[in-house]
Structure formats: C-alpha cells, structure tokens
C-alpha cells in the first residue's frame, strides 16, 4: 500500500476494507478490494478498489501505476468469474466516475464492472 494514501477512518470504502463495513467479496489481496455493489444495475455489478485511499482517479500518482495496472489485468477473470458472458458476445463495461462533474458518490478510486444480459436497469 502507497503510504502516501493513509486510510480515511471517514471513508466508506475505507471502513469496508477495514471490515468496520461488511460486504459481499468479489476478491481480495494485500491491495485490491473487490465487492458487489449493493444497488447494482445489471446482474453482473460489482467494484474494485485499491485499498490504500486515492480519493480520485485525479490524484492517481506514477507510484500507484502497480496497482492499478494488476486491477485492470484482473478486471476480466473477475467479470466471468461473477457471470458475464465471453467477449466478444458477451463481455462488460468498466466505469470510473470521477469528481463532483463526473457523478463520483465515494470519494475513494473505484471502478465499477457491469455486465451480463441486458437489458440493464441504467447504463
């Protein structure tokens, strides 16, 4: 974990990562945190995150490219793991709301992976 991104003890993922918040997990390693979302809009919906607090995918810095590059070189198994179907008949969508502008709710890096069947309840 980057020690540059101390744990929020105000942060909701944050808490879930702490087991201070329990959720239903996708994966978990000594960096990664990956959990279903609990209003999810398709049958497949769940989130990654990097354990270490990045608010933003806006204050991503060089030394948190480790990370991120294992979270999205697993991103794939995790998706058929949990139910999308192959690519290219199948496949999934990756989301990264960032800021106030880009509909960011928890202020800690988080990507979503949506997939399955459609249709979808949004997106």
Request: hydrophobic share 40%; charged share 15%.
């Amino acid at each position: 974990m980057n020690a540059s991104h101390a744990q929020d003890s105000s942060c909701l993922f944050c808490k879930i990562v702490g087991g201070q918040i329990p959720s239903r997990k996708v994966y978990e390693d000594s960096d990664i945190l990956a959990f279903h979302d609990i209003q999810p809009w398709a049958p497949v919906h769940f989130l990654v995150i990097p354990k270490a607090h990045i608010p933003s995918m806006a204050q991503l810095a060089e030394a948190d490219a480790p990370v991120m590059g294992r979270i999205m070189s697993l991103i794939p198994r995790l998706a058929l793991q949990e139910g999308a179907r192959p690519y290219p008949q199948g496949g999934f969508r990756v989301v990264i709301n960032t800021g106030e502008d880009g509909h960011q709710e928890v202020h800690h890096l988080h990507i979503h992976v949506i997939g399955g069947p459609r249709p979808w309840v949004r997106g």
